[in-house]
């Protein structure tokens, strides 16, 4: 299975992308988005879209928008105390919101369950 991790901070996509990989995931790290990068990321045709809500470089609801249409499953992560954006994300068509904490730490569980 390929999971495609959007996220410019490199601490915590590092982290996802090493629980991929321990678990027998085919993990892929998108820091920037940029026009063309919807191309790569179909060509890539992930089975699991990670996307950081809190990113400074990357808007991630309109990421969210654009991504449903592809019929792509998405998880969001944020800080606990985002509850607004992560009920924005969910409105948009998230399949999954999880804290960033818990995204480590339950991350093949929250992967099986969406």
């Known amino acids: ?3 495609l ?3 410019e901070n490199m601490i915590l996509s590092s982290k996802l992308r090493n629980q991929a990989k321990d678990k027998g995931y085919e993990p892929k790290i998108l820091s ?3 026009q063309d990068s919807y191309e790569k990321i ?3 045709n992930p089975d699991y879209i ?3 809500l809190e990113s400074k470089a990357n808007s991630s609801l309109e990421l969210i928008d654009k991504l449903k249409k592809d019929n792509f499953k998405i998880i969001g992560y ?4 985002r509850i607004d954006l992560a009920q924005k994300a969910k409105d948009k068509g998230a399949n999954f919101i999880a804290t960033n904490s818990s995204i480590i730490s339950h991350f093949e569980e929250i992967i099986k369950g969406v």
């Not at 944020?78 to 105390?81: F, I, K, L, Y």
Request: with cysteine; charged share 20%.
């Open 1 to 3: 299975m390929k999971i």
């Open 5 to 7: 991790i959007i996220d």
């Open 32 to 34: 920037f988005v940029r």
């Open 42 to 44: 179909k060509g890539f």
């Open 50 to 52: 990670l996307i950081n």
């Open 78 to 81: 944020c800080g606990h105390t």
